[in-house]
């Protein structure tokens, strides 16, 4: 276990809440401090991977403790916005978790026109329905789904188009830097939407590892939180003795 104090920052994905780890802080020990940097707040203006980058690193300037670690971890997109941290803002991190991420988000998602069709109020039965594009391999707690959708069609229809605007419309991070902090690479082997981000990164990222969950989907995080949690642990121990 983990026993020297470490900051986790938190990233959800596109469309989510800082909600999405509610499955995941029950299972980390208390010498882990988590805060969650929200990436779909209504009050921002420019999308795009690097201003999102920006207002993660700006509290972390403002905060950063000299005692403590800092570790990173985005979940799908918000692993995008991680990689974006990394590369302009390694000074602020001690590590960096990469948990369903993609590597290049550049092409037209096939669920772009469903997004661009939306109107206000979201309905949350849409945002559950909406999941299936992103694939399972396994039960995902009903009460937990709908607390995510009812949160996520809060957000409003502009946050959903624009924040996938600024996504696609950005240069990948890995096109504008090196990143060089120690990195853990978290993929689900039935992830059909970015799948093949999981050898990229690695191939990418010199002092990477990565492991593979079987009968998982996309949304690692949400299918297998106790592996996630299990695995982030181990991953902090080890930066610790690397420090």
Not at 37 to 52: C, F, H, M, Q, Y
Not at 124 to 140: D, H, K, N, R
Not at 148 to 159: I, M, P, T
């Amino acid at each position: 276990m983990a026993t020297a104090p470490t900051r986790l920052v938190l990233l959800p994905g596109w469309a989510e809440t800082g909600g999405v780890f509610a499955r995941l802080l029950p299972r980390l020990p208390a010498t882990v401090a988590a805060e969650v940097v929200e990436l779909a707040d209504p009050t921002i203006t420019d999308w795009s991977v690097r201003a999102l980058a920006a207002r993660v690193a700006d509290p972390q300037d403002r905060s950063r403790p000299t005692a403590a670690r800092t570790v990173v971890l985005g979940t799908s997109s918000g692993g995008y916005v991680a990689q974006q941290l990394a590369v302009d803002r390694p000074d602020l991190l001690d590590g960096l978790v990469l948990v369903g991420s993609p590597v290049d988000l550049r092409s037209r998602p096939p669920f772009a026109d469903d997004v661009e069709r939306l109107t206000d109020p979201v309905d949350p039965a849409w945002v559950l329905e909406s999941l299936a594009w992103f694939g399972t391999g396994s039960t995902i707690p009903a009460d937990f789904l709908a607390a995510r959708a009812a949160e996520s069609a809060a957000l409003g229809a502009r946050v959903w188009r624009d924040s996938l605007h600024g996504l696609v419309d950005s240069e990948p991070p890995l096109s504008t830097g090196r990143i060089e902090v120690p990195t853990l690479v978290v993929g689900g082997a039935q992830d059909e939407l970015v799948g093949p981000s999981h050898e990229r990164l690695l191939a990418a990222l010199p002092r990477a590892r990565g492991t593979v969950y079987a009968r998982t989907g996309h949304l690692v995080l949400w299918e297998r939180p106790d592996r996630v949690a299990a695995d982030v642990v181990d991953f902090l121990d080890d930066v610790g003795r690397d420090a």
